[in-house]
């Protein structure tokens, strides 16, 4: 039942343990309680995931998948991701799996079921677009921390708000930009880059917060790219912590035939 | 367990099913696609048809899962105007139904997977160019340009994998040898040295095909596993040689000689990109090295790399060598054949990139042998108009002389264009 003792602490946690929260957070420990509160609560995690990415035109296209991710090494720093579509057609099926790297690039495959071909694919520029999105491939998996320099630039009763600025500015499209982290649960409610003449060209919402299986979870975020026009809403649902993915789904063997106890 | 906002609202409608077409697609988890496409050459070749592909498909796929084992279904319905047959077999190319898979998968213990019936089966590592690969290709749908997941060819198969931590092994039985759909002349002329022309639908190539199950049979098989980052793999294939490497001696009807690979593999992170090597050793019919008649041992290999340049922008560069061994005749004496090369050297690039928010990819790929200075180009531009609407144009051209590997083929370049609605 480890399960529902988590969740019941957890459930206890917000009025007690956290109304006592040291007022004195250095900046990089907020941000190391932010980066385990969106990328790395619970040992894994399943979701659906459905995606609407509305154009300058208003023009929509969808995507639906289903998303396993689990936790390995020490806490907060390698994980595997298995990223199953399920729609739109011409996509269905087809398989994206990334085993992130501490410190190192991402192993990323794809599997082509139409080819039953198992593509080895280059670590890309993570600040491209994950699936045609305005989400990039950081968004989803996380940017490794120590890439920036961070600080707490403000704070009222519910939020810390972090700059972050990068040690390399020529590896990003940004400057800077700006987290507002919720005091309670450590998520980022919202977040803005700034270019290079500080303008705010990509902001980011989470639109809806629930408590599932112990865990603040974003169920609903949004992703405006302010210089196309673009916007990705992201709706997550079925989500489930701690089921006990088995390490082995992160192989080849998983690509061909699918683990469907999991994604179902 | 979702908020039922109106914008999601439609996507996550699961409720009870209100017509038997939902239902059955529902039980069976139905998809596919409609999808037309013409092909047109740009030079004549009097020995066939202008378009080299007229045709309307509609591929439909199923699947579904019983409590032991899943079945998969996917079948294209082919009207084919440019086709002279008009049969109701299940393979394509006149017929008007293409089988891509029909299988049955189960795991009868926790390490084993098995898959029975048809399939398309891949492995190795290079792109568009196979070593170890020995299944079916078609090579007829790569040249006339349908899209490259046609290259392949289904395989009537049995496939078993078996699972460790310190290794994995598959090995496919194909109980009745498959060949490749070759280049016989029937859709794309070819070069024959003994006219020293073109040979085309008036004068299509035969061959002696072997048949017969259990007799003339296919093993393949391939031992892998990862290294830290890197994959490594051995490959071993039974067989015969899958498209025609033989002539009988009244030099008229071709076959498949026997033909034995064994193979290795690695590919992994590299250089800031994924590189890949193999190489693989084709051990031809006994007998090969004393005449001309059939293709003899080769040594082949290649190196990959492939990498991201940013901007969405994919590089992809090969370099493939083959090497045929010494034979036991003088081919010099009889001048009826024309000395193959004994080295040859490929080299191909793939450029790929994406626009607006993967809406537009354009690639172009080359396949290029610097000795002969031959070579296959070929352009792609897809745009997708939604989810459920892509138009696609492609050029495909092959240059060289017409004695050359790619330049005998030269006739079949083409102007493709596709649209394709997803369902």
Do not use: C
Not at chain 2, 242 to 264: C, I, M, N, Q, T
Request: aromatic share 14%; hydrophobic share 40%; proline share 4%.
């Amino acid at each position: 039942m480890r399960v529902f003792s988590v969740g019941l602490i957890s459930l206890l946690l917000p009025q007690t343990a956290m109304a006592q929260a040291p007022a004195t957070l250095s900046a990089m420990e907020i941000v190391e309680k932010a980066n385990h509160a969106i990328f790395y609560q619970g040992g894994d995690q399943k979701a659906r995931v459905d995606m609407l990415i509305t154009d300058k035109q208003g023009r929509e296209r969808t995507r639906q998948l289903t998303l396993l991710r689990r936790n390995f090494g020490a806490s907060d720093t390698d994980q595997k991701y298995y990223v199953y579509f399920n729609k739109p057609s011409d996509v269905k099926k087809l398989v994206f799996m990334a085993w992130k790297n501490t410190g190192a690039d991402d192993d990323r495959w794809l599997y082509l079921p139409a080819l039953d071909l198992v593509k080895r694919i280059a670590a890309s520029d993570e600040r491209t677009s994950f699936v045609g999105s305005d989400f990039f491939y950081q968004d989803v998996s996380g940017r490794e921390i120590n890439e920036d320099v961070h600080r707490l630039v403000g704070e009222d009763d519910d939020f810390y708000i972090i700059e972050s600025t990068p040690k390399n500015p020529k590896d990003v499209e940004f400057s800077s930009y700006k987290n507002w982290v919720d005091k309670t649960t450590f998520l980022p409610k919202k977040a803005e880059y700034l270019n290079d003449k500080g303008i705010v060209y990509r902001a980011y919402k989470a639109l809806k917060i629930e408590i599932i299986d112990g865990f603040a979870t974003v169920i609903d975020a949004q992703m405006e790219n302010r210089n196309t026009g673009s916007t990705t809403r992201l709706h997550y649902f079925d989500i489930n912590y701690d089921i006990g993915l088995p390490e082995d789904i992160y192989s080849e063997r998983y690509l061909r035939k699918l683990p469907k106890a999991f994604l179902k | 367990m979702w908020p039922r906002e109106a914008v999601f609202a439609e996507t996550h409608n699961e409720q009870p099913s209100n017509g038997l077409w939902q239902t059955l697609a529902e039980e069976i988890d139905l998809s596919g696609y409609w999808e037309t496409r013409l092909a047109l050459r740009l030079r004549s070749d009097p020995e066939q048809k202008p378009f080299s592909l007229a045709e309307t498909r509609l591929q439909l796929e199923g699947e579904r899962d019983f409590d032991a084992f899943t079945i998969e279904v996917t079948a294209d319905i082919v009207f084919d105007a440019v086709s002279d047959e008009r049969a109701l077999g299940l393979d394509g190319d006149g017929d008007y139904v293409d089988l891509r898979r029909a299988s049955v998968s189960f795991s009868p213990l926790d390490f084993v997977d098995i898959k029975v019936g048809r399939q398309i089966l891949t492995w190795g590592t290079g792109d568009l160019i196979f070593i170890n690969d020995l299944f079916a290709k078609d090579w007829r749908s790569f040249l006339l340009g349908r899209s490259v997941e046609y290259l392949k060819a289904p395989t009537d198969a049995v496939k078993a994998s078996f699972f460790s931590t310190a290794a994995n092994l598959d090995i496919v039985y194909v109980p009745e040898f498959g060949a490749d759909r070759y280049i016989d002349g029937s859709r794309v002329s070819f070069f024959d040295p003994a006219t020293a022309g073109l040979r085309g639908r008036s004068n299509p190539l035969t061959t002696d095909e072997p048949s017969g199950w259990f007799t003339h049979d296919e093993v393949s098989a391939r031992f892998y596993r990862t290294l830290g980052p890197f994959e490594v793999a051995a490959y071993y294939y039974d067989g015969y040689w899958k498209s025609p490497a033989g002539l009988r001696p009244d030099l008229e009807r071709a076959f498949f000689p026997r033909l034995h690979v064994y193979g290795a593999s690695l590919r992994g992170p590299m250089f800031g990109g994924i590189s890949s090597a193999e190489f693989g050793f084709y051990d031809s019919q006994s007998g090969a090295s004393r005449t001309p008649l059939i293709q003899g041992n080769e040594i082949r290999a290649l190196v990959g790399y492939e990498r991201d340049l940013g901007q969405e922008l994919t590089l992809g560069l090969q370099y493939s060598f083959e090497h045929k061994q010494d034979s036991d005749f003088d081919i010099a004496e009889d001048a009826r054949f024309e000395a193959p090369q004994k080295n040859r050297h490929l080299l191909t690039l793939r450029l790929t990139k994406q626009f607006w928010q993967q809406r537009f990819e354009a690639s172009v790929f080359n396949f290029y042998a610097p000795k002969d200075k031959d070579g296959h180009l070929r352009l792609k531009a897809a745009y997708k108009f939604s989810d459920a609407i892509k138009l696609e144009a492609g050029l495909n051209i092959f240059y060289g002389s017409q004695a050359t590997f790619f330049g005998q083929f030269k006739r079949a370049s083409n102007l493709t264009t596709a649209l394709r609605f997803n369902f």
